[in-house]
């Protein structure tokens, strides 16, 4: 990788804030400011479409954050703070580069999200709206009503989770293996509110994917931890459209399948 902002630029990567200023900006209805930048293969309907799925009440909390879709955007190296932009797709590149990095743009926060490293419009979103859930979060907090229900559901033993992090500070809260309480009952409650924040953050971005696209739970699963019991997560789906309902031209529905 490049090993200075110069080498970057030569190489046909530029710094962040330079991509900030070039790009189209723009801001959904929501309030939700977002821009787009180079060849990210994002139609800007689908885009705005996309940014406008985050509910009012939670858009609210995101005054200072800014929704940069760019082709890749990648550490100028290890360790380093410096986030470089490639206006195109390489593979070479696209090897290097990650899903987003946050970088300070004078009074805003810039999110650059790598367009080009997820593959469909069902990745895109679930990474846009991660972010969201993330930053709604730390502006916010979790609301009591969400913490009562899904620490109801971790002491009742519900099979499974929403993320990787919810399924690992989870079985640290309960102080036992695999999700499950241990034999002693000692709450940990540090690895509590993070578990409960991990599964707010995680509920409300798919709630939020849900409004933006059609999509199979399955399409969820990880391999590292089983997922959280579709009946389970439809209470916290249910209750986050109660929290932050959809706005105009967006709906939320579970719809079951049957097995064959």
């Given at each position: 990788m490049a090993e200075s902002v110069q080498d970057g630029i030569q190489d046909g990567l530029i710094?962040?804030?330079e991509a900030a200023r070039r790009a189209t900006a723009g801001r959904a209805p929501n309030g939700v400011r977002y821009a787009a930048f180079g060849e990210n293969n994002v139609d800007g309907k689908?885009?705005?479409r996309m940014v406008q799925a985050v509910p009012a009440a939670v858009a609210g909390a995101l005054a200072r954050k800014c929704y940069i879709f760019v082709p890749l955007a990648l550490s100028q190296g290890r360790g380093s703070d410096i986030t470089l932009v490639a206006p195109a797709y390489t593979t070479e590149l696209g090897d290097q580069a990650i899903c987003h990095r946050n970088v300070t743009l004078d009074d805003t926060e810039g999110v650059f999200i790598s367009t080009r490293l997820l593959g469909d419009r069902f990745a895109l979103a679930f990474e846009f709206?991660?972010?969201v859930s993330h930053a709604?979060?730390?502006a916010a907090g979790?609301?009591?009503e969400f913490n009562e229900l899904v620490w109801a559901q971790a002491v009742a033993d519900v099979r499974g989770e929403t993320s990787q992090d919810a399924w690992e500070n989870r079985a640290a809260a309960l102080g036992g293996g695999a999700g499950r309480a241990g034999n002693k009952g000692v709450i940990d409650e540090k690895a509590r509110s993070s578990y409960l924040e991990s599964a707010f953050s995680d509920a409300v971005a798919i709630y939020q994917l849900s409004l933006a696209v059609d999509f199979d739970y399955s399409e969820l699963r990880e391999r590292e931890y089983p997922l959280l019991?579709?009946?389970?997560l439809a209470e916290r789906l249910?209750?986050?459209a109660k929290l932050f309902p959809a706005n105009a031209g967006y709906e939320f529905s579970v719809?079951?399948?049957r097995r064959n």
């Open positions: 710094p962040a804030a689908d885009l705005e709206f991660i972010n709604f979060v730390d979790v609301p009591e019991a579709p009946n389970a249910r209750l986050a719809r079951y399948r």
